[in-house]
């Protein structure tokens, strides 16, 4: 820190004296999560394409150096596609809505059982838009999880899962990490059935190629067994019967209290008991039972991403941006759900945009992901002090 | 305290008629080199995986007597539960990763352990600095050469702070100078950190000059000693060994330095002139008229990179031509390219004057059949007959044709037998006979000796041999020196695509450092490159210490 301490060197406007280190996945995924709550609860385009906007900025500024962060357009090609599709379905399936229509396509009867859907007839330009809303709001929601995809690793996330829950997250890693061999896999046999002179195509060389294929996966999978076995996974700490009785009937009743509670929540006809406090005893009873068979499981993790305060400051963010839009719902829902019939222009109203813009922050807050280079001379000599330690 | 004891131990699998060991002492003491010896079939891996808890805990079957690891009986401790004593490197690295990075990967076996993150952090960069992977840290797994991921893997057994280290066949797929590297850096954990390892290996040679104790396994009985008491009872042994016997030294030399101080006495013996007919490798006239196999400027490349870069070939009928070279050096992509099945940039192929990419798979192994490195890929049927059967349907030969070849190359296999349990000799000699049954010009193997014990080897060696006799003309890729010297005629040397040298293998094989022979190292710079080369050049003596 004291080599770039301000006595020494001049530094240019927008130098960041934070030295990089990934943020915790966790914080990237509750700024996503805000965002695709706010994103949730809006049809403007102009509130959705703002949404759009910041997630485009944000993971420009911070996402990583790794393969599958360039992935991000993939999402905003996958939400392109989205729109087109709901769009193009409110067409063929249209049906009557507003009354400004565009242009009529043929209709095609359908028997009676099958009342109230037509294909064809009169599209309106209120369908139209609609439906583009509609799609929109779908694609910013897929953006949201996109962002968070990209710029937390997965990976980094299930190391912090909790440790009762380590098992299921090392079986997911291995998941991952096995689909591309399996696809090795089938290359390697195809190729390889081409040497027999076997067909390569049809379903009558599917026996040809599962079977090696299958064959293989479980030797592999055998072999990776007995690896981990061998490398101390699933050791378990002595934990008396009645202990873990206790944890198994924890589990068992926090997951009960969490299902009826959420039933209650959302069946408005269910006493009110049923809500809110049966979700609540019921989340509280998980996470002991948690915390409970986590004792059970010894293990530590190596270069644990830390919560520090930048995360929480990332995080928080994403969760006002979240209940910005939720308290502009209520003072001004016109703005936020913009009437189509009659239709009015969309308006942005100062809370959702405020909120929305605040959710900009952490393309500045979070620390960077790689050292910022402020000008040539600070540079060079920073690179050859790294060199001389290597 | 012995690190390791086996106390009458017997071991029999499910369903076996015989157990796969019977009635086993053995001890290995704190701080020692193993090696387990074996053929294919022996008892070697079970053996092995008694040591670490796998046997019974994960393959089942019956053990009875004890097994003692650190004082822990393997009874009561599973695999899991003696991690923090054994760590334990499989054949291939690659199947055993849990991880996706070098440092994660390396981090696992400690995470499991509970060991502290400070502790951790310390004792990664201390693997890193003792395996020389520090510049692989960030690097996903599956990007590394086989040399390296190897080493990730003895890192990552080793991280998590086991006093006993078990390798089963560390370098089997690795090139000759990666299996130098990987060894080094196993005997510096054994002089350095006094750790207990134990090594299955099939190519003695390679292992046999580090080790204090050899463990041999044969039919389920062990004889375990120093390595040159034992060597002497072992019916295959390591071409150094031979040597010794044949020149009557007593002990035999187990390293290359040892024997070197031998060889004067035993190279005036030698009659230099004898050496160019000597010998297996020798003994094919060298064969004149035109090549049976062309290619021309022949490029093979996967997205960036150029795998093979305009290679010309041209091999003649009846010649056994051997490809070496790195890992990673083009040889595989070559033989695909040449058989057509594989991807081609630019180049062609003539075999007979027809180029097999050409034409339909079926037509294109007429002319070039191809035993590729994981031979089982091309096993489906549920028995050996079937796929004989099936063979021959596809291949359009007689009814027989493949078994009667199957036969031919290695009698007993057992006709009611799945493909996928044989052993490796035996899955190797089913899928040439496959490929044979179509009569194929040109006959390609790629690292055929994998897994293949001196027996299985020796009996390739002939099979190849009478290929080439019979008019084909045979082009095996293998990193296994010895084997190549036994076979060869000719060698082309291939690095970063490119074919670096090309020519008699007695020439290549006795200049190159990394390649020769130990017979050629032993003798250099004498033309011998194998045992029995020195055998026919050996002047008889009339005080009897040459063998009959």
């Known amino acids: ?390 | 305290m012995s690190a390791i004891q086996v106390h009458g131990a017997t071991v029999t699998y499910a369903g076996a008629p015989h157990p796969a060991l019977s009635n086993v002492d053995v001890a290995i003491d704190q701080g020692v080199l193993c090696v387990v010896a074996g053929a294919t079939g022996s008892g070697k891996s079970t053996l092995l995986g008694l040591m670490t808890g796998n046997v019974p805990h994960f393959t089942g079957g019956r053990l009875d007597g004890r097994v003692l690891i650190g004082g822990r009986d393997t009874r009561t401790h599973p695999p899991r539960e003696l991690a923090d004593l054994v760590g334990r490197v499989g054949q291939d690295p690659l199947a055993g990763f849990v991880a996706d990075r070098v440092e994660d990967e390396l981090a696992y076996g400690m995470e499991q352990l509970a060991v502290a993150p400070a502790t951790m952090r310390t004792r990664v960069e201390h693997m890193l600095d003792l395996l020389g992977i520090a510049d692989l840290r960030d690097r996903p797994l599956r990007t590394l050469s086989g040399g390296q991921q190897q080493r990730v893997a003895i890192g990552a057994a080793l991280a998590a702070g086991p006093r006993i280290l078990v390798l089963d066949e560390p370098s089997s797929a690795l090139d000759p100078t990666a299996a130098e590297e990987v060894l080094a850096a196993i005997t510096r954990l054994v002089d350095d950190l006094g750790l207990t390892v134990v090594v299955a290996e099939h190519r003695l040679e390679r292992v046999i000059g580090y080790a204090d104790q050899l463990i041999y396994v044969a039919g389920g009985r062990v004889t375990s000693g120093a390595p040159d008491e034992v060597l002497r009872g072992m019916e295959r042994v390591p071409p150094i060994v031979e040597l010794a016997r044949l020149a009557g030294w007593t002990p035999a030399p187990l390293t290359i330095r040892e024997a070197r101080r031998l060889a004067p006495a035993l190279l005036t013996r030698l009659v230099p002139a004898a050496a160019a007919q000597g010998g297996v490798a020798a003994a094919a006239p060298t064969p004149q008229g035109r090549p049976l196999l062309t290619s021309r400027g022949l490029s093979v490349t996967y997205r960036d990179v150029v795998a093979v870069r305009a290679v010309d070939l041209d091999i003649r009928a009846g010649v056994v031509v051997a490809l070496m070279g790195r890992n990673g050096s083009g040889k595989s992509s070559l033989m695909w390219a040449v058989q057509g099945s594989g991807p081609r940039r630019a180049g062609s192929v003539a075999v007979d004057g027809v180029d097999p990419a050409n034409l339909d798979p079926a037509a294109a192994r007429r002319l070039v059949g191809l035993v590729p490195q994981t031979p089982s890929d091309l096993l489906y049927r549920e028995t050996v007959a079937s796929e004989c059967t099936q063979a021959d349907h596809e291949a359009g030969a007689a009814a027989g044709t493949c078994r009667a070849l199957l036969a031919n190359l290695l009698p007993g296999v057992d006709d009611a037998q799945h493909p996928r349990d044989l052993s490796e000799g035996q899955r190797l000699a089913l899928v040439l006979a496959i490929q044979l049954s179509a009569s194929p010009r040109v006959i390609m193997l790629d690292e055929p000796t994998r897994g293949l014990d001196y027996a299985a080897k020796a009996r390739l060696a002939v099979i190849l041999r009478s290929a080439a006799a019979d008019g084909r003309a045979v082009l095996l890729a293998t990193h296994d020196v010895e084997f190549a010297a036994s076979v060869a005629d000719r060698l082309i040397m291939m690095a970063q695509g490119e074919v670096v040298a090309d020519g008699p293998a007695r020439d290549l094989l006795t200049a190159s450092p990394a390649f020769a022979p130990q017979v050629a190292r032993i003798l250099a710079p004498g033309p011998w490159l194998t045992v029995p080369d020195v055998a026919a050049a050996l002047v008889p003596v009339a005080s009897g210490a040459v063998l009959p």
Not at chain 1, 100 to 109: A, K, N, R, Y
Not at chain 1, 152 to 165: C, G
Not at chain 1, 211 to 224: H, K, Q, T
Not at chain 1, 265 to 284: F, H, N, R, V, Y
């Open chain 1, 1 to 390: 820190m004291t080599a770039h301490g301000p006595g020494r060197l001049r530094q240019p406007a927008g130098f960041d004296p934070r030295l990089p280190r990934p943020l915790h996945p966790g914080a990237w995924w509750v700024w996503a999560l805000g965002l695709a709550t706010a994103a949730s609860r809006t049809t403007s385009p102009l509130l959705l394409g703002l949404i759009l906007g910041v997630l485009i900025v944000v993971v420009n500024a911070r996402r990583s150096d790794s393969p599958w962060a360039g992935l991000f357009r993939i999402y905003l090609v996958a939400g392109l596609v989205v729109i087109v599709l709901r769009v193009t379905l409110r067409v063929v399936l249209g049906g009557p809505y507003g009354t400004h229509v565009l242009f009529t396509l043929p209709e095609i009867p359908l028997p009676d059982w099958a009342v109230g859907v037509s294909i064809g007839g009169p599209v309106t330009a209120e369908t139209l838009l609609a439906a583009f809303y509609d799609g929109l709001r779908l694609a910013t929601l897929i953006a949201c999880v996109g962002a968070a995809n990209v710029l937390a690793d997965a990976r980094r996330l299930l190391r912090s899962v909790p440790n009762a829950l380590h098992e299921v997250g090392s079986a997911l890693v291995v998941a991952l990490s096995v689909a591309p061999q399996l696809v090795e896999s089938v290359l390697r046999v195809r190729r390889a059935r081409r040497l027999r002179g076997g067909r390569v195509r049809g379903v009558r060389a599917i026996p040809g190629l599962l079977l090696p294929v299958l064959a293989d996966s479980l030797d592999r999978s055998l072999a990776l067994a007995a690896a981990m076995d061998a490398r101390g996974y699933g050791r378990v700490a002595d934990v008396p019967a009645r202990a873990r009785h206790v944890t198994g009937a924890l589990m068992l009743a926090g997951l009960g209290g969490i299902g009826v509670g959420l039933y209650g929540l959302l069946d408005t006809s269910s006493p009110a008991w049923l809500g809110l406090p049966l979700l609540a005893a019921g989340i509280a009873a998980g996470a002991t039972g948690l915390w409970l068979g986590g004792r059970r499981v010894q293990r530590s993790t190596y270069r644990p991403d830390p919560w520090q305060r930048d995360e929480t400051v990332v995080a928080a963010i994403g969760v006002v941006a979240a209940i910005a839009m939720w308290i502009a719902g209520a003072l001004s829902p016109s703005a936020v759900n913009p009437s189509i019939v009659p239709f009015t222009w969309p308006t942005l109203t100062p809370v959702a945009t405020m909120g929305i813009l605040i959710a900009l922050l952490p393309a500045r807050l979070a620390p960077p992901v790689r050292v910022a280079i402020a000008a040539g001379s600070v540079a060079r000599p920073a690179r050859r002090a790294r060199k001389g330690e290597a």
